[in-house]
């Protein structure tokens, strides 16, 4: 029996099956420079490809019909509105890269359930959502590189398999999305380079399930069991950070059985001492910056006279600063040291390990503190001028009577205060009762006060730290009537006055157009200068 040969395309895609690869010859249709007029026109009933690359399209037109198609390219158009449900039950591949989206319909792809490959890079996307329909998908490549990206959805890769990449490179994102990649069930490859994660924290990559991870171009930090438990890893690779100066060798846990290279290269390393759970790892350690010392040896580093003294390396500042009342952390890391701790002058020891830890910062807690590295063949210090920072919190009186006193501070916002108080100076530390203001407020009353009566006060940060302290006698009780400190006020209002005008200084500032300059640091080694661009 004879079928003309439309006909017979027909009956061999609705025999097979929608998803499978099969090989058939089919129409293909290119529209070059294409309107939404053009599009509208075309008889999609029996094609596999369509491409409507470089065109003039704003929105993506329905094609309905269209149950064959497997290809669909509309790269390089200006793209702003997707249909809110994509209906090509056999689409495979779809490429809307170079585009203008900034968002991707709710259930975009849930009836193209077929979708293997999709390109949405070099767009204006900012989030991507846990119903756009890469969950419980199969997938080969999944690009939504070269976007605004700040957040991924924790639900957004629920149980999707990913048998190649999946790319979120040269995004926003700020953190690493940990809590999303854990619900994948694998990934063959995933990369998050080049964004802006500045540090890697203890945990973040547990238990995700990818073949080859790259967080390359953004860290600065790496900290300890960052890597620790990533049974399917076997290719990691962070490169390109210029401010990447050190990674800890207790950063990589004894849960990463698969691991086989590690490329590190062009970052601004000055130190890595081989992790003990490292004996079949490959490392590419080229174009870093590393001292010599005998630590290296395992990375086949040739240097001359290379010591195995305990070295303090140059990561540590020459000053640091703590906000009075907050907190402040240093490393000390020193190769080749069987013991490290930190001394403070005058005063002792500070801490036993090489991480030192100031919380609640007082006046006081300032000063000179020396990190001292040390094993059998000698000494290594380095000293940070740790200095602390007064927010120069005032307390004022502005109004007394007999029986309550209101007070003001110049300073508003989400810190801790603590207002306490007393009958005298002496009796003021162990006042009772205390009252927190309200967290944004600037002026508290106090009431039930003692006519005639001498009262202290002192506003606080987190009950520990004394900002400032004032004293006040209140009004006999025959007195009617409220004293009012008009110096409080005014100087108050000039407080305001003068933060109002720094704000409005500083937008004009922004606003001016701005070059870019480029920072150059000078690092000194044991034996060598360098240079490290920083941005």
């Given amino acids: 029996m004879w079928l003309p040969a439309g006909a017979l395309l027909a009956l061999l895609a609705v025999v097979s ?30 094609l596999c490809r369509l491409t409507m690359r470089k065109g003039h399209l704003h929105a993506l037109p329905a094609l309905e019909p269209a149950g064959h198609l497997r290809e669909l390219d509309a790269s390089e ?17 779809l490429n809307l890269s170079h585009n203008a989206l900034t968002t991707l319909p709710i259930n975009f792809l849930s009836a193209s359930p077929c979708v293997t490959v999709l390109d949405v890079s070099y767009n204006q996307l900012a989030v991507v959502s846990a119903g756009v329909g890469l969950a419980r998908r199969r997938t080969t490549h999944v690009s939504l590189a070269h976007n605004r990206i700040v957040r991924v959805d924790p639900g957004a890769l629920e149980n999707a398999v990913v048998s190649r990449t999946l790319d979120l490179s040269h995004n926003r994102l700020r953190r690493f999305p940990g809590d999303a990649l854990r619900r994948a069930r694998y990934l063959a490859s995933f990369s998050v380079a080049f964004n802006c994660v500045r540090r890697l924290q203890r945990g973040e990559t547990d238990d995700i399930s990818v073949g080859s991870l790259d967080i390359s171009g953004q860290l600065e930090r790496i900290d300890a069991d960052a890597f620790r438990n990533l049974p399917a890893l076997e290719n990691l690779t962070l490169t390109h950070s210029p401010g990447l100066r050190f990674i800890p060798a207790d950063a990589f846990g004894d849960a990463l059985p698969s691991l086989r290279f590690v490329n590190l290269s062009r970052n601004a390393l000055l130190g890595f001492e081989r ?29 001359v006279e290379a010591s195995c003294a305990p070295l303090v390396l140059p990561l540590l500042p020459e000053t640091a600063a703590v906000a009075l009342g907050g907190s402040l952390e240093l490393r000390c890391v020193a190769l080749g040291a069987e ?37 059998a063949m000698g000494l290594a210090r380095r000293s940070v001028r740790v200095s602390v920072k007064d927010p120069n919190v005032r307390l004022f009186v502005l109004s007394v009577s007999a029986t309550f006193v209101t007070l003001a501070w110049n300073m508003s916002g989400a810190a801790p ?6 009958v005298d100076a002496a009796a003021l530390d162990n006042a009772s009762p205390t009252f927190p203001p309200a967290p944004r407020a600037h002026s508290y009353a106090v009431h039930g006060l003692r006519p005639a009566t001498a009262y202290c006060f002192a506003l606080s940060l987190d009950a520990d730290v004394t900002l400032d302290r004032t004293c006040v006698t209140t009004a006999a009780d025959g007195l009617v009537g409220v004293e009012r400190s008009y110096a409080a006020i005014a100087t108050l209002g000039l407080a305001a006055v003068a933060a109002l005008a720094a704000c409005v200084a500083l937008c004009v500032i922004n606003a001016r157009p701005t070059r870019t300059v480029r920072r150059v640091e000078l690092i000194e080694s044991v034996d060598a200068a360098f240079f490290i661009e920083l941005d």
């Fill in 17 to 46: 099956d929608a998803c499978p690869g099969w090989t058939v010859d089919c129409p293909t249709l290119s529209v070059p420079n294409a309107t939404e007029a053009d599009i509208l026109a075309i008889n999609a009933t029996l």
């Fill in 77 to 93: 158009n200006a793209l702003r509105v997707l249909p809110p449900v994509l209906h090509f039950p056999a689409l495979r591949t």
């Fill in 275 to 303: 992790p003990p759970f490292w004996t079949d790892v490959r490392v590419d350690a080229s174009g870093n910056a590393f001292v010599c010392h005998c630590a290296h040896h395992w990375l086949n580093i040739t240097c």
């Fill in 339 to 375: 013991r490290v701790r930190w001394l403070r002058a005058d005063d002792g020891l500070a801490s036993e390990t090489s991480r030192l830890r100031l919380t609640h910062a007082g006046r006081e807690a300032g000063g000179l503190f020396t990190c001292v590295a040390s094993n």
């Fill in 417 to 422: 205060y603590v207002l306490r108080w007393g």
